[in-house]
């Protein structure tokens, strides 16, 4: 066996005396963006004399199954092409998705004052679906200067040696995590809400506008934020009927939330009129640009892009959630979800 490393006089007799998890939120959705905090603290003496921990032995802390001490949990903000554990990753930073509907803590809370001289520390917990298989107890493990290793199931580990008991550590099974499974909403829960925007001022051009159509998402009543949106494909045309001289169409495009560029589905045809802009960005919803027209016939576009667009969504809560946006038969510019 190796020989343990020489450890420096002053940082020799460095020893964790106390350490404490909290968990703020006890469930998370399995979408791999929301997170729950956790706030662990760690009280260090050297020499009998309670000290703070330096940077490197900050940098050493990791999140652990408190079942299974030596499986830690991996740190994205270290490597984000680490593998999961068992469908979970922890971070260093709030990504800013709201927490579980289902929990108290609806806000970015703070880390709460430290009543002793350890160190207080800020942790965060994702999940993705292969972490339905089972609640996660939380435990952490940190190394100091020193290269001991303690581990809040209750051991501790000198260089070069087998774990052995150590007390005033072990911070307990109860502080576990749930994953569950991301809400899908039906397609009832999502709104369009169509504005006016830039229209034709006499009678040649009264079908030439671009409108605003947002799309949003209430559930149970409760409106829920959209953080992003994409559209499969980019935007489709429709004609009101299959006259071949028809040239009044609608097409759309599409904006996320909060941006203005524009996206579109260059399969499109467009017309000669200017294509729509957004000179205001959108927040919390996705925006369809509704764009009539009077100057593309039918006739001259062999099989354009009619069929109804898939829209994805991620919400406020880091889920996934999907539905398709198509032109109501017989009608030249009502859009419908479905």
Not at 34 to 60: F, H, N, P
Not at 103 to 120: C, M
Not at 208 to 221: A, E, L, P, Q, Y
Not at 222 to 251: F, L, N, T
Request: net charge negative; aromatic share 8%; proline share 8%.
């Amino acid at each position: 066996m190796d020989h343990p490393p020489t450890i420096p006089q002053d940082i020799a007799d460095w020893v964790v005396k106390r350490t404490r998890v909290d968990v703020e939120q006890a469930v998370l959705y399995a979408n791999g963006r929301q997170q729950v905090k956790i706030i662990v603290y760690v009280e260090a003496e050297r020499d009998g004399v309670t000290v703070k921990l330096t940077q490197s032995e900050k940098d050493s802390i990791r999140l652990i199954d408190y079942r299974h001490g030596d499986e830690q949990i991996p740190l994205e903000d270290t490597d984000e092409s680490l593998a999961s554990y068992q469908g979970w990753s922890s971070q260093r930073n709030f990504r800013g998705y709201l927490y579980h509907p289902g929990t108290q803590t609806s806000e970015h809370s703070t880390t709460p004052t430290p009543d002793v001289g350890g160190d207080y520390l800020e942790f965060y917990l994702s999940a993705t679906p292969e972490a339905l298989s089972g609640r996660l107890t939380i435990g952490f493990v940190v190394t100091g200067d020193n290269k001991w290793t303690y581990r809040t199931d209750g051991w501790a580990i000198a260089p070069g040696k087998d774990p052995a008991p150590a007390t005033g550590i072990d911070t307990g099974d109860d502080k576990k995590v749930t994953a569950e499974r991301p809400p899908d909403y039906p397609a009832s829960d999502f709104r369009l809400e169509r504005r006016s925007g830039t229209h034709g001022g006499d009678a040649p051009s009264a079908g030439i506008f671009n409108d605003i159509v947002t799309v949003s998402i209430v559930h149970n009543g409760q409106p829920i934020g959209v953080r992003e949106m994409s559209c499969e494909p980019e935007g489709m045309i429709h004609w009101k009927d299959d006259d071949y001289d028809a040239q009044d169409p609608c097409y759309t495009c599409y904006a996320q939330p909060g941006e203005t560029k524009i996206h579109r589905n260059c399969e499109v045809p467009t017309g000669n009129q200017p294509l729509p802009k957004l000179d205001h960005p959108v927040e919390g919803k996705g925006v369809i640009l509704l764009c009539g027209r009077v100057d593309i016939r039918r006739g001259d576009h062999r099989d354009p892009p009619t069929a109804p667009i898939v829209v994805s969504l991620i919400d406020d809560y880091g889920s996934t959630q999907q539905c398709r946006l198509g032109f109501v038969h017989e009608e030249r510019d009502v859009l419908e979800v479905s």
